[in-house]
């Protein structure tokens, strides 16, 4: 199995990787595409069987006492809280001459606050004659109920600064009278006494006057208040398409269809923590990808593209065959049915020279359970693997997939090449996969990647540097046999015949 040998330190891992991230959920775009377009559905279907109520709007003109020119809208917001009131609701009621609850009549209606000063109100009923006559009560009695409201305040208003001034005639009145009791020949004592009854009479004549005087304006800016508080928009019905309601609610169910979707595969990927890119997928498995081949495709130039793909792998794998005298085999994880077709285009290259037995040890035995064809090589089960004569070339046929018996991998092959199909294993799992082939002494040759992300740029290939400087430019490294001789190993060439990118055709 190939490990990394290089001293250098690695790099940080990122917490979260986004290129990862994106790769995934663009994975996933039939999850988020089918949310969207029920989305869009549900819009539609919302517009047209569930048509929204009519409706008839009116604009009141409200005066407030309190206007300022840099209100920031607290005046009108209170309007709009005293509309959804019972009292309004149950005044417009009384005008209809409608049994119907406040509290129910109060969610067929809403206020908004178009300026500090004009407000408008929004009213549903059962036909467009129904909502008119509820806006128009429903405004009239808002209108009533405001001017109520300004009358109240400026006779209460009146009221205290006209009790005032009473209280303060009262005490002018007994002033005047200590004035008119006492000693006309004054003497020096009573003198500064007098001196402040007079001046205390000057301040409660001035009082008075000014007392009485706001409580004349009081009652004066009423009447200004009351004839500015009206309705300047009669009530009108809402004219509404059905197109473009339609279409408005296919946008916020699109919209929020897509959301969803797309939090959804990037929350479950993020969990899942499947590894989709090249980077990844040899990293995890300590292995190069070695070959790429597409995922079914319906288009007629994606099949001539897989199919050439797949018979560059599959002349690769012939001559890797050829020349190594060890048992190779195929594990799959994620692609058993195309793991099979590989197995037996190599068994048929292979065929050529020698005799090819197939070992299936896929789990269900699916090789061994088809009906042959003509020219198809020979498939035996795992049990029946060591009853293959020397003189056949065996190729085994395995998975590496949750469940699989680890122990039968050496008797499928000595060397295996991995054919993983793209965020299908878990990183976890892959590094199960690595340490169970390392444990079972079965060398890991590469890995072909089935169904890569077309947007993957990331190198796959691990360097496999030797720890030392080799003594020969192209002598490969050498191995010391059973007998204790020294042999040189014949490392693979057939990684540089097959693009490991899907820039080159795959």
Known sequence: MTTRTTAEPSAPVPLLDLQALVAAVRRRRRLWGSLALLGLLLGVAVAVLL???????????????????????????????LLQTTRIGGEALRTLGSSEKPEDFMRDYEGVGLTNNVLQISVRGDSEAEAVARAKALADAFVADHVRRIREA?????KALLDQRDRLKDELAQVNREIGGGSPEGTSKASPNMESLFARRAELTSRISDVGQRAEEARIGMPRLVAGTQIVDAP?????????????????????????????????????????????????????????????????????????????????????????????????????????????????????????????????GPLADRRPKPGDPAVVGVERAATVPHQERRLGVGSVAPGAVWTDLPYLGTRTVLVVRAG?????????????LAEQRVAVLG?????????????????????TVPRGRNEPPARQNGAGRWRKERLPMWAATVPDSDQEGL
């Open 236 to 364: 009108r019905p809402v004219r509404r398409s059905l197109l473009k309601t339609a279409a408005t609610d296919a946008a916020i169910g699109l919209a929020l269809g897509l959301a969803l979707g797309l939090a959804v595969s990037a929350v479950g990927s993020v969990v899942a923590d499947r590894p989709v890119l090249r980077r990844e997928i040899a990293a995890n498995l300590g292995a190069s990808v070695i070959a790429e081949l597409p995922g079914r495709s319906p288009r007629l130039w994606g099949r001539r593209k897989g199919r050439a793909a797949r018979a560059r792998l599959t002349s690769s794998l012939a001559r890797t065959v050829r020349n190594s005298a060890e048992p190779l085999s195929l594990l799959e994880l994620g692609c058993a049915r195309g793991t099979s077709a590989i197995a037996l285009d190599l068994a048929g290259a292979l065929a050529a020279d020698r005799p090819v037995v197939v070992v299936d040890g896929l789990p269900g």
């Open 447 to 467: 890995v072909v990647l089935i169904d890569p992300d077309p947007g993957d740029r990331t190198d796959g290939t691990l360097w496999d540097g030797p720890r």
């Open 154 to 158: 400026a006779n209460a208003d009146a």
């Open 51 to 81: 048509p929204r109520p009519p409706t008839a709007v009116t604009k009141v003109l409200v005066a407030h006492q309190e206007d300022q020119p840099n209100d920031p809208g607290t005046l009108i917001r209170t309007d709009v809280a």
């Open 424 to 436: 299908h294993g878990s990183a976890a799992w892959l590094h199960t996969v690595a340490r169970q």
